[in-house]
T-cell receptor, first 114, second 114 residues
Framework: AQTVTQSQPEMSVQEAETVTLSCTYD???????LFWYKQPPSRQMILVIR??????QNATENRFSVNFQKAAKSFSLKISDSQLGDAAMYLC???????????FGTGTSLTVIP | DVKVTQSSRYLVKRTGEKVFLECVQD?????MFWYRQDPGLGLRLIYF???????EKGDIPEGYSVSREKKERFSLILESASTNQTSMYLC?????????????FGPGTRLTVT
């Protein structure tokens, strides 16, 4: 089974600053999907951003962008101009192109300091 | 908007009770999933289903069973609840194919077994 590793259990960032959350994964496949999910305290988990492995261009969604390094099997999330509402647990996830199952990391809890 | 709902946000049960957690999605998704989420362990897959009456064991199926009689509904059953099943339970759904491969999550059920 694929494994997803988030080595930073907790991180903090000053409001308006930039923070990068790291994620690495292990796979022998060449085609797959990667995701970052956000889980605010006591609220529903939502998708932040997705990346298709066949696309070389890094995905961007407003203040959120990724640095996808396929050879290194690395998928980091950059949050620019951090806001108080960005405080949440962030989970990195992997999905094979051929299977139904998702594989999640253990999450990074992000605190935004006013 | 995709909507995934779970029958309860909070549930308190006694050891040995039979517990039903229900999940309903309204987007005609083929795949449905049950996870439990514990601090430091991330999301662990209990069971998933890729079609009505079809189910597959995930990483931690012991002590759980599932039922999928209709496409939109996926139930998780704890036959005899134990204290080590105290956890947050998350339901998710996803399409089998299509441009959008992500999972959509319900709000979660925090189950306490005393």
């Amino acid at each position: 089974a694929q494994t997803v590793t988030q080595s930073q259990p907790e991180m903090s960032v000053q409001e308006a600053e930039t923070v990068t959350l790291s994620c690495t994964y292990d796979t022998s496949e060449s085609d797959y999907y990667l995701f970052w999910y956000k889980q605010p305290p006591s609220r529903q988990m939502i998708l932040v951003i997705r990346q298709e492995a066949y696309k070389q261009q890094n995905a961007t969604e407003n203040r959120f962008s990724v640095n996808f390094q396929k050879a290194a099997k690395s998928f980091s999330l950059k949050i620019s101009d951090s806001q108080l509402g960005d405080a949440a647990m962030y989970l990195c996830a992997y999905r094979s192109n051929t299977g139904n199952q998702f594989y999640f990391g253990t999450g990074t809890s992000l605190t935004v300091i006013p | 908007d995709v909507k995934v709902t779970q029958s309860s946000r909070y549930l308190v049960k006694r050891t040995g009770e039979k517990v039903f957690l229900e999940c309903v999605q309204d987007m005609d998704h083929e795949n449905m999933f049950w996870y439990r989420q514990d601090p430091g362990l991330g999301l662990r897959l209990i069971y998933f289903s890729y079609d009505v009456k079809m189910k597959e064991k995930g990483d931690i199926p012991e002590g759980y069973s599932v039922s999928r009689e209709k496409k939109e509904r996926f139930s998780l059953i704890l036959e005899s609840a134990s204290t080590n099943q105290t956890s947050m339970y998350l339901c998710a759904s996803s399409p089998w194919t299509g441009p959008s491969y992500e999972q959509y999550f319900g709000p979660g059920t925090r189950l306490t077994v005393t």
